[in-house]
């Protein structure tokens, strides 16, 4: 479930470019923000995202 979840932040991040915390709440009713805190706090440790204020921006759009 925690795999399938931050994968599908991970396709938000490289689609979207940008997700924010509301978006994921809507997405994800049943998780807390804290664990989505947590989720985008995985895909900034493993470089995917960097934070920004109320969700994270997809490292790619940094290389570009």
């Known amino acids: 479930m ?3 979840r931050r994968k599908t932040i991970e396709k938000l991040l490289l689609q979207k470019g940008v997700v924010y ?3 994921l709440e809507a997405l994800f009713p049943e998780v ?10 995985w895909c ?3 470089g995917l ?6 969700g994270a921006r ?7």
Not at 49 to 54: E, S, T, Y
């Open 58 to 64: 997809s490292s790619k759009l940094e290389s570009e």
């Open 44 to 46: 900034i440790l493993e």
């Open 32 to 41: 807390s923000f804290m664990t989505l805190r947590r989720d985008i706090e």
């Open 2 to 4: 925690i795999y399938d």
């Open 21 to 23: 915390y509301k978006e």
């Open 49 to 54: 995202a960097v934070k920004i204020q109320n």
